[in-house]
């Protein structure tokens, strides 16, 4: 039986998650987030310390820090993580079509390499992996992103962007390489899932009077999500076009993709030994 934690990060409402094999003493992270301060270009761990701090208090080792996609909406932690807790850093295969086509948006040049070799790991769909005693299993969901996995662990699953709390819905396609219909049939793949599997979603955007909610299981999704129950495949795609021409592009997008695609590292240090993030002006 899985044991898993939750931690939600209210500026970017996304969350993060330790799942652990408590018998074993053995845990992974998902989904870490990096504090950053778009105004004045700072970062902080204090986030991200919080998790630490749970980890080390209970003892566990932690053997994964992983992620469920290159995230648009909030820096990854996942170096940072890394080197206070250990572990290998994972992400799905596809990455490296993400890196390609977020290489030639900012212009990065051939002193980036784009085939995934700054993760540890890419996980190929069906491909099974341990976190102590735990198997976990990585099913391919693309759709929000060409490259977003959600990792089956159990009678739980992370499901990243791909839905998010029935009364909220489903994430939006229309980044570089997004699909609504692709990511419909993702979708469709999770919820084919036993259903009272929690499925654990990357962010949660509740409505005035409600508190964040970290998961729904399968069954309450089949009936009650907003962007799917009742929709046939093509009412859905429809719908989710539509949708997504109404919506601003979320505020860290430029500065996250391009250190997300990093595996978290900053653009190395210029002359002056500062980092600098690019911003592409007049692309989107």
């Known amino acids: 039986m899985a044991t898993v934690l939750s931690f939600f990060d209210q500026d970017t409402k996304s969350y993060s998650y330790v799942v652990a094999d408590e018998r074993a003493g053995a845990c992974a992270v998902i ?18 310390d919080a998790l630490i701090t749970a980890v080390k208090e209970r003892g566990w080792r932690t053997e ?8 648009a909406d909030h820096l990854t932690a996942a170096p940072y993580v890394k080197a206070q807790l250990g572990g290998k850093l994972g992400i799905g295969a ?7 086509t977020f290489r030639a948006i900012y212009n ?24 102590g005693g735990l198997t976990a299993r990585v099913m391919a969901t693309p759709g929000h992103t060409p490259a977003c996995i959600t990792y089956v662990i159990g009678d ?11 009364d909220y819905g489903t994430a939006r396609c229309d980044f570089p390489g997004g699909d609504a ?12 899932l036993p259903p009272e599997t929690r499925l654990y979603q990357c962010h949660d955007y509740p409505p005035d009077g409600r508190a964040p909610a970290p998961c729904a299981t399968v069954a309450k999704q089949r009936a009650d999500n907003v962007h799917l129950a009742g929709k046939t495949e093509d009412a859905f ?11 601003d592009m979320p505020a860290l ?13 900053l653009p190395a240090p210029e002359g002056n030994g500062i980092s600098y993030l690019k911003i592409p002006v007049n692309r989107f």
């Open 31 to 48: 989904d870490s987030v990096l504090d950053f301060d778009i105004k004045s270009g700072r970062t902080s761990t204090e986030g991200a």
């Open 64 to 71: 994964w820090v992983l992620e469920t996609h290159a995230h």
């Open 94 to 100: 596809n990455i490296p079509t993400v890196q390609e």
């Open 108 to 131: 990065l040049g051939s002193d980036f390499a784009s085939d995934g070799r700054q993760f540890d790991q890419l996980f190929a769909d069906g491909e099974a992996f341990r976190i």
């Open 156 to 166: 739980v699953a992370f499901i990243g962007d791909t839905m998010f709390a029935p």
């Open 181 to 192: 219909r692709t990511l419909y049939r993702s979708i469709q793949r999770i919820l084919a």
């Open 237 to 247: 795609v429809a719908m989710r076009e539509a949708r997504d021409k109404t919506l």
């Open 253 to 265: 997008l430029l500065p996250a993709v391009q250190v997300n695609i990093r595996a978290g590292a």
